[in-house]
């Protein structure tokens, strides 16, 4: 018994190597053993959309996600999520890297974020049509009716910036959008790309960027680890992307899939609003 024992607890210890050595070795090392790039996504529009007839999964982020795992030789995987699981995932092993997730004190305390931004948005809201609101105070009334996606960084901002307004939270993006069309809230907090594609969709209301207009910088999330090629990776490669102006040109591209003109449509660099 004791030698059967040896003997499967060996074979236990190889078939179970690789993924120790790639783990060991960090998230770079992972992923060139499995040949994969693991995103995370979840349903949000211009960043990830999943096609209800072929469950195909594309947008912004998935265009960004596809373009790095090319360069890395291997191929990317979309693993569905949600914006309040986004960080235990990771941690979890689940996926390996989130577009589009700002890197707010909370999850720097808990995953890792590159120094280099991946781009940047603003913060607007989808208001009835002839409303008055021009700054977020306007907004933030004991009977205006808010609808914003639950654990993301808007919903943290609006909690912090609205003490009148009635916050409504909805697991995601068109949950939200859905509760305004039917008049279950007055007005919905997204970054404006968001916004445009569902204004485009709706067709009722008006998007608005309240004033104070600030460019948010959004990132990428991954695990924290001793090893930092990959976050030095990927840092770098932000860097690179964002100068070649790649994500307004991944923006349009989606734009354009959704038959919406981009002309004058302020796009994810800052520089060039």
């Known amino acids: 018994m004791k030698r059967r024992s040896l003997i499967l607890a060996t074979v236990a210890a190889l078939a179970t190597a690789p993924m120790a050595h790639a783990q060991s070795g960090g998230t770079m090392a992972q992923v060139k053993e499995s040949g994969e790039l693991r995103i ?19 947008g912004v982020g998935v265009a960004m996600g596809k373009r790095m795992a090319d360069e890395l030789g291997v191929e990317m995987v979309p693993v569905e999520t949600s914006w309040a699981n986004a960080v235990a995932g990771l941690q979890a092993n689940q996926f390996d890297i989130m577009f589009v997730l700002d890197p707010t004190e909370e999850r720097k305390n808990a995953l890792a974020f590159p120094g280099n931004p991946l781009f940047y948005y603003a913060m607007g809201a989808l208001v009835k049509e002839g409303s008055e609101a ?13 609808g914003v996606t639950l654990g993301t960084s808007l919903d943290r901002n609006i909690t912090e910036m609205m003490d009148e307004a009635q916050i409504n939270r909805f ?15 007055d007005a919905v907090v997204q970054f404006h790309p968001a916004l445009v594609v569902q204004y485009a969709r709706l ?5 608005l960027l309240p004033e104070p207009v600030n460019p948010v910088a959004t990132s990428a999330g991954m695990r924290q680890e001793d090893s930092t090629e990959f976050l030095n990776w990927v840092n770098a490669t932000f860097a690179d992307l ?27 660099i800052k520089e060039d609003w």
């Open 40 to 58: 995370g996504v979840a349903s949000a529009e211009p960043w990830f959309y999943k096609d209800p007839m072929s469950e195909e999964w594309t």
């Open 134 to 146: 021009t700054n977020w105070d306007d907004l933030d009334t004991p009977e205006t009716r808010v």
């Open 171 to 185: 697991s995601t993006n068109d949950e939200a959008i859905a509760a305004f069309a039917a008049g279950r809230v």
């Open 203 to 207: 067709k009722m209301g008006e998007v």
């Open 242 to 268: 964002y100068a070649a102006g790649i994500p307004d040109e991944l923006f349009d591209e989606y734009l354009a899939s959704k038959g919406i003109d981009a002309t004058g449509i302020p796009g994810l």
